[in-house]
T-cell receptor, first 112, second 112 residues
Framework: KAGVTQTPRYLIKTRGQQVTLSCSPI?????VSWYQQTPGQGLQFLFE???????NKGNFPGRFSGRQFSNSRSEMNVSTLELGDSALYLC???????????FGQGTRLTVV | QQQVKQSPQSLIVQKGGISIINCAYE??????FPWYQQFPGKGPALLIA?????SEKKEGRFTISFNKSAKQFSLHIMDSQPGDSATYFC???????????FGKGTTLSVSS
C-alpha cells in the first residue's frame, strides 16, 4: 500500500511569490491535514480537510489556504511568501474518524 | 490551553539502556495521545498511541504510560539501540488523526 506522497520535495521561492504544494493521501483515506515544521516553532497544525471540506483550522494567517479534491488529493497554497515561511511542510492522511495520521516526507520550502 | 510540554529536549542513552521521554498537557478535552519518531529528512512516523481509558500500552520495546489525573504521559524505550537515535515527538488531540498538538521534540542519541 503506497504511503502519503508529497510533491515537490524541494522548492525555492522569492519573497512575495506564491506557492502550491500537493499531497496524495493513502488510498482510501479521506482526511488530509497539513503541518508546518520549523526549528523554532516545531510542528504546528495548519488545517485539515475531510471530504473536500475544511474541518479544522490552526492559527495561521489567511495567506495559508488549502483545498481538497474529490479523489482526496489536497493542495496547500501560500501567497505573498515571507522569509519566515521557510519550513518543512508536512501532509498527513487518516482514514475514517478517529484513526491514526500517517505523514508524508514533506516539502522543504525555502523563501529567499 | 492547547500546549503540550515535552522534556527533555535531548537525551543520551547507552545501548541497552532505557530511554524515557515525558509530556504534559493542559486541555482535558484531549483524548488521543500518539508518539512519533522522525529521522532527518523524513516525515514523522507513528510509533504508538494511547487513549485515556488505559494507563499503559506496550508495543515491542515501546511503552506509553498515561496518568490522567496528572495530565502526563511518557514514552519508555526498552533496550535502546543505535537505530533508535532520532527525534521523538509526543502529541495530543481531541480527535485521532486530526489537529494534532505536538510537543517540541526530544533528540535521542543512543551510543554504542
Amino acid at each position: 500500500k503506497a504511503g502519503v506522497t508529497q510533491t515537490p520535495r524541494y522548492l525555492i521561492k522569492t519573497r512575495g511569490q506564491q506557492v502550491t504544494l500537493s499531497c496524495s493521501p493513502i488510498s482510501g483515506h479521506r482526511s488530509v491535514s497539513w503541518y508546518q515544521q520549523t526549528p523554532g516553532q516545531g510542528l504546528q497544525f495548519l488545517f485539515e480537510y475531510f471530504s473536500e471540506t475544511q474541518r479544522n483550522k490552526g492559527n495561521f494567517p489567511g495567506r495559508f489556504s488549502g483545498r481538497q479534491f474529490s479523489n482526496s488529493r489536497s493542495e496547500m497554497n501560500v501567497s505573498t511568501l515571507e522569509l519566515g515561511d521557510s519550513a518543512l511542510y508536512l501532509c498527513a492522511s487518516s482514514g475514517n474518524k478517529n484513526t491514526e495520521a500517517f505523514f508524508g516526507q514533506g516539502t522543504r520550502l525555502t523563501v529567499v | 490551553q492547547q500546549q503540550v510540554k515535552q522534556s527533555p529536549q535531548s537525551l543520551i542513552v547507552q545501548k541497552g539502556g532505557i530511554s524515557i521521554i515525558n509530556c504534559a498537557y493542559e486541555n482535558t478535552a484531549f483524548d488521543y495521545f500518539p508518539w512519533y519518531q522522525q529521522f532527518p529528512g523524513k516525515g514523522p512516523a507513528l510509533l504508538i498511541a494511547i487513549r485515556p481509558d488505559v494507563s499503559e500500552k506496550k508495543e515491542g520495546r515501546f511503552t506509553i504510560s498515561f496518568n490522567k489525573s496528572a495530565k502526563q504521559f511518557s514514552l519508555h524505550i526498552m533496550d535502546s539501540q543505535p537505530g533508535d537515535s532520532a527525534t521523538y515527538f509526543c502529541a495530543a488531540s481531541g480527535q485521532a488523526g486530526t489537529a494534532l498538538i505536538f510537543g517540541k521534540g526530544t533528540t535521542l542519541s543512543v551510543s554504542s
